[in-house]
C-alpha cells in the first residue's frame, strides 16, 4: 500500500507564475489536508477537503490560494502569481476519515520562489 | 482556539543519554495529542498518539510520552538516544470529537552527538 504521494518533490518559479502542486492520498482514503511550513517554523494548516467538497479552507491565504479535490485524481493546490513569501514546503496528509484517525503525510513539495 | 508550545527550539544530547522534549497545550476542551517526527527532507511520521485511556503512551523507536492533564503536557522521552534519532520533532493537537485540524508546535530540533 503506497504511502501519501506528492509531486513534484521541488518546484521553482519566478515571481508571477504559477505553482501547481499534487497530492494523492493512500488508496482509500478520501480526506485529504494540506499544511505549509514556513523556514524555521511549525506546520500551519491550509486546508480539509474531502471528495469534490472543501470543508474547511479558514488557513489559506484570502487571494491567490485555490485547492480541489476531483472526484477522480490527486488533490491540487495552486498558487497563483507567486511571491517569494510564498516559498516553503507544502505537505498534504490523508486519512480514511475525519476524527481522530491518523493523519499520514507525504513527503513535501519545496517551492522555491525567485 | 487551541494552542501548542514547545518551548525548546534544540535540544543538544549525547548518544545513549535519555531525552525529553516539552510540550504544553492549551484548550478550553478536550484534545487528542500527537507527536511527530521530521528527519531532514522528509514528510512527518507519527511517533505516537494520545486518544484516551492510560496517559503513558508508547510509540516506535523507544519512545514514550505522558499525558498530564492538570499541568495540560505531553513530554516525550527516551531513555537513550540514537545518533538515527537526530530529527525534528512537533507536538500537536486535534480537539476531540472534531474532524482534524491539526495544530502544530514550532518543533524541537534534537542534535545527538556522538
Known amino acids: 500500500n503506497a504511502g501519501v504521494m506528492q509531486n513534484p518533490r521541488h518546484l521553482v518559479r519566478r515571481r508571477g507564475q504559477e505553482a501547481r502542486l499534487r497530492c494523492s492520498p493512500m488508496k482509500g482514503h478520501s480526506h485529504v489536508y494540506w499544511y505549509r511550513q514556513l523556514p524555521e517554523e511549525g506546520l500551519k494548516f491550509m486546508v480539509y477537503?474531502?471528495?469534490?467538497?472543501?470543508?474547511?479552507e479558514s488557513g489559506m491565504p484570502k487571494e491567490r490560494f485555490s485547492a480541489e479535490f476531483p472526484k477522480e485524481g490527486p488533490s491540487i493546490l495552486r498558487i497563483q502569481q507567486v511571491v517569494r513569501g510564498d516559498s516553503a514546503a507544502y505537505f498534504c496528509a490523508s486519512s480514511p476519515s475525519g476524527g481522530e484517525d491518523t493523519q499520514y503525510f507525504g513527503p513535501g513539495t519545496r517551492l522555491t520562489v525567485l | 482556539a487551541q494552542s501548542v508550545t514547545q518551548l525548546d527550539s534544540q535540544v543538544p544530547v549525547f548518544e545513549e543519554a535519555p531525552v525529553e522534549l516539552r510540550c504544553n497545550y492549551s484548550s478550553s476542551v478536550s484534545v487528542y495529542l500527537f507527536w511527530y517526527v521530521q528527519y531532514p527532507n522528509q514528510g512527518l511520521q507519527l511517533l505516537l498518539k494520545y486518544l484516551s485511556g492510560s496517559t503513558l503512551v508508547k510509540g516506535i523507536n523507544g519512545f514514550e510520552a505522558e499525558f498530564n492533564k492538570s499541568q495540560t503536557s505531553f513530554h516525550l522521552r527516551k531513555p537513550s538516544v540514537h545518533i538515527s534519532d537526530t530529527a525534528e520533532y512537533f507536538c500537536?493537537?486535534?480537539?476531540?470529537?472534531?474532524?482534524?485540524?491539526?495544530?502544530f508546535g514550532t518543533g524541537t530540533k534534537l542534535q545527538v552527538i556522538p
Open positions: 477537503l474531502q471528495k469534490e467538497n472543501i470543508i474547511d
Open positions: 500537536a493537537v486535534i480537539l476531540s470529537g472534531g474532524y482534524q485540524k491539526v495544530t
